[in-house]
């Protein structure tokens, strides 16, 4: 097997049962959002002027806390949700105005949607035999997509009798045998439990991979995100906070939101006024924090004695063998392992942090253990406001 690099993101391997498969014939195109509104009746602003654009063939996600927007910019692109500003263009198509079932999209929803009374194949082909396609057409493009997704055992199951990652699976071939210009994925993983929605993670990586299909994908999980997403979207209340690779989000966050939503655990976010004496100093609450020169200094010079937010990775907050040369210390709370790494929750003052580590032997909690990190690992962010990054 050869690994696949989704960019920036590590290598997922694929099952060598998909290769030498030939690419299905999908006819792509892209997605572009130009200042798209939605704005309900009673005011309520659901997504406030959109504008991006999805490439052919990209995996793009849309993460975000609930009611974030995410799900309502979905349902825009399907046609499900009017518009009530901008432009909305698939391909070189203005859509609009445009019914759903004219736009040439497939959207698999959370719930799978599969009717009970039909069985699997039947569901797989329903789709197609709306549309008047030949009844050999549907045999072949429902045997393609059972032969893809392991389901050729199951054709004549119903979904009563299938597992929740069965069922995943017909829905998802619902939209492959459609051979659509985008698919649109709704959190299709939620109701699935954690080992299967690690498997179908990469049933879905592995299909785009295939495929190079327009895939537009809803999660509020930011580990779905980083995993699948070519480039993620995060918004909040309505708003894009920023648009990038998954790596670049994490290394250089645009603001507080974003700093503190991706990432698991969150960054360690540590408020207080920046000064200069001697070095770049810190005054916290819970006390000073010397950080010392900075390469980020001249970026910071505008900001002496002023409130900022610095951010710092729980891998980046490294444990010192005693207090000599370390920035703070910490008592520690609780020892979270998760087999090739722990979490060390600390406490510092009345400051939470939260420490990533190797496996290794580990004080007890209870004990002041000491910190101190590398400068070019710090954040540097705005504390008023929309917490824009500084530096």
């Known amino acids: ?5 989704l960019a920036g993101i590590p ?3 694929f099952d060598p049962r998909t290769e030498g498969l030939e690419k299905r014939d999908v006819s792509m195109a892209k997605v572009r959002l130009d200042k798209l509104r939605k704005v309900y009746p009673n005011g309520h602003v659901g997504v406030a002027e959109a504008s991006f654009e999805i490439a052919d063939g990209e995996l793009l996600v849309l993460v975000g806390p609930s009611g974030c927007g995410k ?3 979905l349902r825009m692109i399907a046609g499900l949700e009017s518009i009530s500003g901008g432009t909305l263009s698939i391909g070189e198509r203005v859509v ?3 019914a759903p079932k004219d736009r040439d999209i497939a959207m698999v929803f959370q719930n799978y949607a599969l009717y009970p009374h039909m069985t699997v194949a039947e569901n797989l082909g329903f789709g197609l035999k709306l549309r008047g396609q030949p009844k050999a057409e549907i045999e072949r493009r429902v045997a393609e997509a059972a032969r893809m997704l392991e389901l050729e055992q199951r054709l004549d199951s119903r979904p009563a009798a299938l597992s929740g990652g069965q069922r995943q699976r017909v829905a998802l071939g619902r939209a492959l045998v459609r051979d659509p210009k985008v698919f649109l994925l709704d959190e299709p993983l939620s109701n699935l439990d ?3 929605r690690l498997s179908m993670r990469v049933e879905i990586a592995r299909i785009h991979q295939r495929l190079k299909a327009t895939m537009v994908y809803v999660t509020h999980d930011q580990i779905e995100a980083m995993t699948l997403g070519q480039r993620i979207v995060v918004l909040n209340g309505g708003v894009i906070q920023q648009i990038d690779t998954p790596m670049n989000l994490y290394d250089t966050p645009a603001n507080l939101f974003v700093a503190g939503f991706l990432g698991s655990p969150a960054m ?3 408020r207080g006024i920046l000064y200069r004496d ?3 100093k810190l005054a916290m609450p819970q006390g000073e924090l010397v950080l010392g020169e900075l390469p980020q200094g001249a970026a910071l010079e505008a900001w002496r004695d002023r ?3 610095v951010g710092l990775r729980p891998e980046d907050l490294l444990l010192c063998a005693d207090a000599a040369g370390a920035a703070l210390a910490a008592q520690l709370e609780v020892v979270e392992p998760v087999g090739n790494e722990v979490f060390l929750n600390l406490r510092h003052g009345e400051l939470a942090l939260v420490s990533r580590m190797p496996p290794r032997e580990l004080p007890a909690p209870g004990s002041t253990l000491h910190f101190g990190f590398a400068p070019e690992r710090l954040h540097f962010f705005d504390a008023k406001g929309e917490g824009a990054r500084i530096a």
């Open 1 to 5: 097997m050869q690994p696949v690099r």
């Open 11 to 13: 290598p997922i391997w």
């Open 71 to 73: 799900t309502t910019l």
């Open 96 to 98: 609009n105005d445009i």
């Open 194 to 196: 954690a080992k299967l």
């Open 268 to 270: 360690n976010l540590l």
């Open 278 to 280: 001697g070095g770049w």
């Open 307 to 309: 409130d900022i937010v």
